[in-house]
């Protein structure tokens, strides 16, 4: 039960208060994916279900346990160790992305941005990863694989990450675009994750 707590509060405190805040302070609807036939858009929609099918995982696992012995659970991984190290890892996920988006204030969105000017935010925890609230999220999704570690949440993990590495080369396309030299100063200054 622990464990859908936590999700559910960080569901609620690192996205969906943000994206209110975002929206009451600056009057820009944060959540830039729309219905189009475009790649981010595209990814948008992947990372919906993924994550869809995390809490899905997390309210199951919660709620009726029994019922996870038909989701091919990885037995030789369910040992109280790594499931501890599950649970540090998503809490460290929880405090990592807080604080990238206290970094990124009104500058948060999920998605592209195309109708706003892009402000380039490079200190705090932009200082050292140009990404880290997506590390951050894999991060997650990593964790929530050792916590419950079973055939669904292993396709999480993989599908995640890829999602993940897709979005970023987007959002780089575009810095580009729209910020060039600036953009490419920062590139040659601060690594994609962390190394």
């Not at 859908?4 to 609807?29: D, H, M």
């Not at 944060?30 to 869809?52: D, E, L, M």
Request: aromatic share 18%; charged share 15%; with cysteine.
């Amino acid at each position: 039960m622990y464990l859908f707590v936590f999700y559910c509060i960080y569901l609620f405190v690192l996205f969906i208060v943000p994206s209110y805040i975002t929206y009451k302070k600056t009057g820009i609807n944060p959540y830039k994916f729309s219905k189009g036939q475009t790649a981010i858009n595209y990814v948008g929609k992947v990372y919906r279900i993924i994550s869809f099918f995390a809490f899905l995982i997390v309210a199951i696992n919660a709620f009726i346990p029994d019922e996870m012995t038909y989701i091919y659970p990885i037995e030789f991984l369910q040992i109280k160790e790594i499931e501890w190290i599950g649970y540090a890892m998503i809490h460290i996920s929880c405090i990592w992305i807080f604080i990238a988006q206290r970094n990124m204030s009104d500058e948060w969105r999920i998605g592209i941005d195309i109708e706003n000017k892009v402000q380039l935010i490079t200190k705090g925890l932009f200082s050292i990863s140009r990404n880290p609230i997506f590390l951050g999220v894999i991060v997650l999704f990593v964790g929530l694989f050792l916590i419950i570690p079973n055939l669904v949440t292993v396709i999480i993990l993989i599908t995640g990450i890829i999602v993940i590495q897709i979005q970023v080369r987007l959002e780089e396309e575009f810095l580009f675009r729209e910020l060039g030299e600036e953009y490419i100063l920062y590139m040659n200054q601060v690594k994609r994750w962390l190394f």
